[in-house]
Structures are given as C-alpha cells and as structure tokens.
C-alpha cells in the first residue's frame, strides 16, 4: 500500500479556522511557522512534517486525518483508522485496543454482509454478561440464549467475561 497526505483537506481546515485572521495573526498562534508557510499550505502546498504537526495540534486534528491510501484514492478505510488510533492510544491496554479492533471490524462486516444476526440484534438488551474477551478477540452471546448458556458467536465460550 502506498500512503499520501492529503493536501486538499489540510489547505480547507487551516483556511477554515484561520477565517478572516491575517497570516501573521494565525502564524504567531500556531508558532514556529511562517505567514508565508500558512499561504502556501492553503493552496494545497505539502508542508514539511514539523510544519504539519504544528498545524495538526493548531486543528486538534490526529494526522491520520491527513493520510489517504493512493492506491485506491481514497482515505484510509474507517476499520483501518480507527484500528491505528486503537493502537496508539497510550492510555489503553494493548489487549483491550485489538479487542476493540476486532469489534469494530466485525462490526463492519457486519454491514456488508449478511449474517445469521445483526449487531442491532447482537447488542439490543445487551449488558456485560453477553461479551467475552480472550487474547485479540471479542464475541458476543448470540441473542435469545439464556445466559449461563456460554454459547458466544464466534464459537466457543471464551472464559473471561467484560465487567
């Protein structure tokens, strides 16, 4: 895969939130990076990777935000993004984040398939009995099952419940 930065959406969000401040103004806000700079990096300019972060804090923007996959021209797809966010995110426990990424996933597949249950269906009355962890994966009781009945699934009961 190749990744790009999209510079079409960081011109419209920095020209978007400096409004009508001059450059100057907005430069003296950011710090570090020049009236010209702004100017440039709104007419869609690719700014070097300190100038970037700078203004990516300025936005309170991840800089994910930014990256898009050039070898489908799109941005990254949203299970990707929120599975890198997931995982850099310092405050989780790694084992909770690829939990969470396997929801998310799943959850996406969920939509584009058609499962024996939706995830409406899946998590309609749910409480925390219903889900299981065990290493990378999360599953879920399958609705209408009684609990104590460990049916999960994904297949086997997976030993430690989410409290």
């Known amino acids: ?15 978007s939130k400096r409004g009508n ?6 430069a003296k806000e950011i710090g570090n990076v020049s009236p010209s700079t702004i100017s440039r990096v709104e007419k869609g ?3 070097d990777m300190d100038t970037f972060l700078a203004l990516c804090e300025w936005l309170q923007v ?13 941005d990254l797809k949203t299970p990707e993004a929120i599975a890198i966010r997931l ?7 790694p084992a909770v984040a690829n939990a969470l ?8 597949q969920d939509m584009i398939s058609e499962p024996e249950y939706s995830l409406k269906e899946l998590l309609a009355g749910a409480s925390s009995e ?14 209408n099952r009684p609990r104590g009945e460990g049916e999960y699934n994904w297949g086997k009961p997976m030993g430690k419940e989410i409290r």
């Open 101 to 108: 990424v396997s929801l998310v996933k799943a959850a996406y």
């Open 130 to 143: 219903d889900f299981a962890v065990e290493g990378r994966a999360i599953a879920w009781r399958k609705p």
């Open 87 to 93: 995982r850099s995110d310092k405050n989780l426990d």
């Open 62 to 74: 991840s800089p994910m935000e930014f990256i898009q996959d050039t070898d489908e021209g799109q």
């Open 1 to 15: 895969m190749k990744y790009s930065l999209n510079t079409e959406k960081l011109a419209n969000l920095v020209r």
């Open 45 to 47: 300019k690719t700014p």
């Open 21 to 26: 401040r001059g450059l100057r103004e907005t």
